[in-house]
């Protein structure tokens, strides 16, 4: 490995102390990163926008200001993508989609602001499943990013937050922000080998983020490491007046260092809902962590809820985030439907055939379900299961607009959807490989508002095991070009 390939693929914290202790430039960083975004994304397509020219006078912004002595923290001239919904001021915001490509931001996001206000260097917008209604990261008016753990067949990149993840494990950004509603940053967390954390629903703002359903949206890292997500977790969480969801929960208190301290904690494998039809590679990969966080000095054992039963029943109803999207972008499917990626409006327009009792009475029972989970969950540290139940499969697979995609997508969203419909956080992380290289998901799904304890757990297994450690060989990416 050369040194540029080294420094574009290590950790953020990393990356944090070279720049800290002056033996990295910011501009330095930044160049390196658009001439990997020249190198790899025409085929990789990762990025909808890069935006050069900002990136480099943010980095040259950082370097004065650490000339001054004002270093801003740990993300202080640290170049990263944003999934192409958060609003950052004079940046198109379009959800990946052509029907918003004039709407123009006229302030940065709420979480946009305090990422730049930390130093952050924004290396462009970057792809998405449009309007965020997907798991499996297909757009088909952009094209769909190229899942860079396999160079000869496209394999889906997960969704929706799908340029972000291969933007990271590609090393074309050091850390990318998505949002996940039903898992948008941990399955393509899954897909391409990296850390995906998914905060409890109110923890970070979403004010200047484009919605898809606001009861369940939320907005997380995907990064290389645990270490990484935490970093970003600290400076993006915490009580926004612009959104108020953000105002009724417990006080957010940063994490800081995570340590790999983990005695006497519980982790339980629950016997119900997610081990459906799951590849017998990651049933075994999943399975095995078990052994691991043992050996750590927790404690692991098989565990049935009830309320995973009444999940299926949930999962059985019409579906909410349907009619949240219709809420939001109704107008737009009665007028220009056609110019909607018809695999996002044939499952959006579902929305419309919900009726309001039918809405609340789904809403209750959702609400109910979370409060019995909440209080299942008391000693119950962390539920130990596959992100998602298969490696990424080819594109060519399921790019259609019948039965298989909706087939696939949904077994995207399965697993991952659950943590986000029961109300709790959640975090998925590299825990190995199949036969053929592709990665494999293991997700912690921790108690509401407990993300301190979930990043511990998850930081004492990435410390014991290397999986995070891998790249994917791109060599014949750039050899094509």
Same mark, same amino acid.
């Given at each position: =490995?050369n040194?540029d390939?080294? *420094?574009? %693929?290590?950790?953020?914290h990393e990356?944090?102390?070279?720049?800290a202790r002056?033996?990295?430039?910011?501009?330095?960083?930044?160049?390196?990163?658009?001439?990997?975004i020249?190198?790899f994304d025409?085929?990789l397509n990762?990025?909808?926008?890069?935006?050069?020219e900002?990136?480099?006078?943010?980095a040259?912004?950082?370097e004065?200001?650490?000339?001054a002595?004002?270093?801003r923290?740990?993300?202080h001239?640290?170049?990263?993508?944003?999934?192409?919904? %958060?609003?950052?001021g004079?940046?198109?915001?379009?959800?990946?989609?052509?029907v918003?490509?004039d709407?123009?931001?006229?302030?940065?996001?709420?979480v946009?602001?305090?990422? $730049?206000?930390?130093?952050?260097?924004?290396?462009?917008?970057?792809?998405m499943?449009? $309007?965020a209604?997907?798991?499996? +990261?297909?757009?088909h008016?952009?094209?769909?990013?190229?899942?860079?753990w396999?160079?000869e067949?496209?394999?889906?990149?997960?969704?929706?937050?799908s +340029?972000?993840a291969?933007a990271?494990?590609?090393?074309?950004?050091?850390?990318?922000?998505?949002?996940?509603?039903?898992?948008?940053?941990?399955?393509?967390?899954? %897909? &391409?080998?990296l850390?995906?954390?998914?905060?409890? @629903?109110?923890?970070?703002?979403c004010a200047?983020v484009?919605?898809?359903?606001?009861? !369940?949206?939320?907005?997380?890292?995907?990064a290389? &490491?645990?270490?990484?997500?935490?970093?970003?977790?600290?400076?993006i969480?915490?009580?926004?007046?612009l959104? +108020?969801?953000? =105002?009724?929960v417990?006080?957010f208190?940063?994490?800081e260092?995570?340590?790999?301290?983990?005695?006497?904690?519980?982790l339980?494998?629950?016997?119900e809902?997610?081990w459906e039809?799951?590849?017998?590679?990651?049933?075994?990969?999943?399975r095995?962590?078990?052994?691991? $966080?043992?050996?750590?000095g927790?404690?692991?054992?098989?565990?049935?809820?009830?309320?995973?039963n009444?999940?299926?029943?949930?999962?059985a109803?019409?579906?909410?985030?349907a009619v949240?999207?219709?809420?939001?972008?109704?107008?737009?499917?009665?007028?220009?439907?056609?110019?909607?990626?018809?695999?996002?409006?044939?499952? =959006?327009?579902?929305g419309?055939?919900?009726?309001?009792?039918?809405?609340?009475?789904?809403r209750? @029972?959702?609400?109910?379900?979370?409060?019995?989970?909440?209080?299942?969950?008391t000693?119950i540290?962390a539920l130990l299961?596959?992100?998602?139940? $298969?490696?990424?499969?080819?594109?060519?697979?399921?790019?259609?607009?019948?039965?298989?995609?909706?087939?696939?997508n949904g077994? &995207? *969203?399965?697993?991952?959807?659950?943590?986000?419909l029961?109300?709790? &956080?959640?975090?998925?992380?590299?825990c190995?490989?199949?036969?053929?290289?592709?990665?494999?998901g293991?997700?912690?799904?921790?108690?509401?508002?407990?993300?301190?304890?979930?990043?511990?757990?998850?930081?004492?297994?990435?410390?014991?095991t290397?999986?995070?450690l891998?790249?994917p060989? !791109?060599?014949?990416?750039?050899h094509?070009?």
């Amino acid at each position: =490995m050369n040194h540029d390939e080294d *420094l574009a %693929f290590a950790p953020l914290h990393e990356q944090a102390r070279l720049i800290a202790r002056r033996d990295l430039s910011p501009v330095e960083l930044t160049e390196l990163y658009l001439d990997r975004i020249g190198d790899f994304d025409d085929r990789l397509n990762a990025y909808l926008a890069v935006t050069a020219e900002r990136a480099l006078a943010m980095a040259r912004a950082a370097e004065m200001a650490l000339t001054a002595g004002g270093r801003r923290g740990p993300l202080h001239g640290i170049p990263l993508a944003l999934k192409d919904l %958060f609003d950052v001021g004079g940046l198109a915001t379009t959800g990946g989609s052509v029907v918003l490509a004039d709407n123009i931001a006229e302030r940065d996001a709420t979480v946009t602001r305090r990422l $730049f206000e930390a130093g952050a260097v924004l290396l462009g917008k970057a792809h998405m499943v449009e $309007f965020a209604f997907g798991g499996a +990261g297909i757009n088909h008016h952009h094209g769909t990013p190229w899942n860079p753990w396999d160079t000869e067949i496209q394999r889906l990149p997960g969704g929706s937050s799908s +340029g972000s993840a291969v933007a990271v494990a590609s090393g074309m950004a050091s850390v990318a922000l998505g949002s996940d509603t039903r898992g948008s940053v941990r399955i393509p967390s899954s %897909f &391409c080998a990296l850390v995906g954390l998914k905060p409890t @629903f109110g923890r970070v703002s979403c004010a200047g983020v484009l919605p898809l359903d606001p009861t !369940l949206d939320s907005i997380g890292p995907l990064a290389r &490491c645990v270490t990484d997500a935490a970093l970003v977790y600290d400076i993006i969480a915490g009580a926004d007046p612009l959104d +108020g969801s953000t =105002m009724t929960v417990p006080q957010f208190v940063p994490v800081e260092e995570v340590d790999d301290e983990i005695g006497g904690a519980r982790l339980c494998i629950p016997r119900e809902y997610f081990w459906e039809d799951v590849d017998t590679e990651v049933e075994a990969a999943v399975r095995a962590t078990a052994g691991v $966080f043992a050996e750590l000095g927790a404690h692991v054992d098989e565990v049935s809820l009830d309320e995973l039963n009444r999940l299926e029943e949930l999962g059985a109803r019409k579906s909410l985030t349907a009619v949240e999207a219709c809420l939001r972008y109704g107008s737009l499917l009665e007028t220009r439907q056609q110019e909607f990626d018809p695999i996002v409006s044939e499952r =959006m327009v579902d929305g419309f055939d919900v009726s309001a009792i039918e809405y609340l009475e789904t809403r209750r @029972f959702r609400d109910a379900l979370q409060h019995s989970t909440a209080a299942a969950m008391t000693d119950i540290d962390a539920l130990l299961v596959p992100t998602t139940p $298969f490696a990424a499969p080819a594109l060519a697979d399921c790019d259609d607009q019948g039965a298989e995609y909706r087939r696939i997508n949904g077994m &995207c *969203l399965r697993n991952t959807a659950a943590a986000s419909l029961l109300g709790l &956080c959640s975090i998925s992380l590299p825990c190995g490989f199949t036969r053929a290289g592709l990665p494999i998901g293991l997700m912690l799904i921790g108690r509401p508002y407990e993300e301190a304890r979930l990043l511990r757990l998850a930081r004492a297994y990435e410390a014991a095991t290397d999986w995070h450690l891998s790249r994917p060989d !791109l060599s014949a990416v750039a050899h094509a070009r």
